[in-house]
C-alpha cells in the first residue's frame, strides 16, 4: 500500500489518539552524534538534512524551527561517567523554548535536582546506570511523577542495569517494580535497534501494553509513517526518533501532514 494510505489512515484517527513524536538528539565528547545500535566507541558526528552541523545547540535550534515542542537528549557523557552537561540544557531551553527530557545517568538527588533547576522538563532514569529501584522511588516522591521518566533499556531481550538484577532480570517483572513505586511513564529502548532502520520488537511492546498502566514511549528502529501508525494503534504513548528524522525517512512535512507535527 501507498505511503499516501497510511498518511490517511493516521490523519482520520489523529485526533483521537494523538501520537507524540519526540527528536531525539545524542550529545558524546560535546557534539550531537549519530548513534547506532549502542556502540559509542563507533558514534559519528551527526549528519542531518534537517541541520548544518552537529552542534547540539544548533540541531535543537533546527528542529524547533520544523516544530517540534519536546526534545529528548542523552547526555552520554554523563551516562558513561562524567559530569553532566547542565550548562548546555539551559541554553537549548533558553535559546528555544523547546521542553526538554534528559537522561544523564543521573544516580543522585542532588544531581537530579540540578538539572532540574537547569530548565530540564523531565528527568530520564534509564536503567543502565540504575542503582536500585528505591532511588526511582525517592526520585517521585522528590520530584513528582510528571517529572520523572523510567528508560527500560535493552540490548536485544536483555535489560542494562546498573546493579544486580535477580527477579527483576525479567522486563516484564522490572516494569512491574517501577509501576509500584509511582512511575507513571517508561520509555522502552532497544539500543540493538537504535539506528538501524530494523522496526520496532511489536509483540514485545503488546505484551507492555497489555499489561503495564503506565504511559509508552518507544524508542529505536522506528522506520516510517507505516510504522508511527502501527504504533499509535497499539497503543503507544510516544515515540523518540532520530536516525528517521536526520536521514529525511520521515520528514517534518510527512508528519504536519499526518497531523502528528
Known sequence: MSRLFYLLIIIAKAEVNRLKIIPVIDVLGGIAVHAIRGKRKEYQPLKS?????????????????????????ADLDAIIGGQPDFSLFKRIVDKTGLNMMVDAGITDLGTAEKILKNSVSQLIIGTETLQSISFVAEAVES????????SLDLMGPRILSGFQLGKLADPMTFLREIEKVGVNQIIVLDLAKVGSSEG????????????????????????????LAELRDLGVFGVLMATSLHAGKISPKSLKQARLL
Open 49 to 73: 538534512v534537517l541541520c548544518a552541523s552537529a552542534d547540539p545547540l544548533n540541531v535543537a535550534t533546527s528542529l524547533k524551527a520544523f516544530g517540534f515542542g519536546k526534545l529528548y537528549m
Open 143 to 150: 520530584f513528582g511523577s510528571e517529572k520523572i521518566a523510567v
Open 200 to 227: 520496532v520488537n511489536i509483540d514485545f511492546l503488546k505484551e507492555v501494553i497489555r499489561k503495564i498502566k503506565a504511559k509508552v514511549l518507544v524508542g529505536g528502529g522506528v522506520r516510517n509513517i507505516k510504522d
